[in-house]
């Protein structure tokens, strides 16, 4: 069984800085594409970063320049550095994998969800 365990969030003050991390568990082949989606209070969970097999990740235009994607596949693992956050920054923050696994010889890919984490800029 596969699971995605968050840490990390929390509230800061608009400028300031978190980390949130993300650790895969579980049998598995490969990790596909790792990230992060966040959803704010009313509207639709929208996608912040992602980082695919291989190194090469993708923001949202809204966070460019200030949030970085570390992905460690030793580890099994991804993080986000979140700097210079914002008001409107504030979310619940979900991990995201896509993941290929083995079952009885056939490959079978799926995404899976971390728990959420709340982060809270205040302004």
């Known amino acids: 069984q596969v699971q995605l365990v968050e840490s990390g969030g929390g509230v800061v003050q608009a400028g300031g800085s978190l980390g949130l991390s993300c650790a895969v568990s579980g049998s598995l082949f490969r990790i596909n594409t790792m990230g992060w989606y966040r959803q704010a209070p009313g509207k639709q969970r929208e996608v912040v970063a992602v980082a695919n097999y291989g190194g090469a990740t993708n923001f949202a235009d809204a966070v460019k320049g200030r949030f970085t994607i570390p992905r460690d596949d030793r580890k099994r693992a991804v993080s986000m550095q979140m700097n210079s956050l914002k008001p409107e920054d504030t979310a619940v923050y979900y991990c995201?994998?896509?993941?290929?696994?083995?079952?009885?010889?056939?490959?079978?890919?799926?995404?899976?969800w971390g728990q959420g984490t709340q982060v809270t800029v205040s302004s």
């Open positions: 995201h994998a896509n993941i290929a696994r083995y079952n009885d010889g056939e490959k079978h890919e799926a995404d899976y």
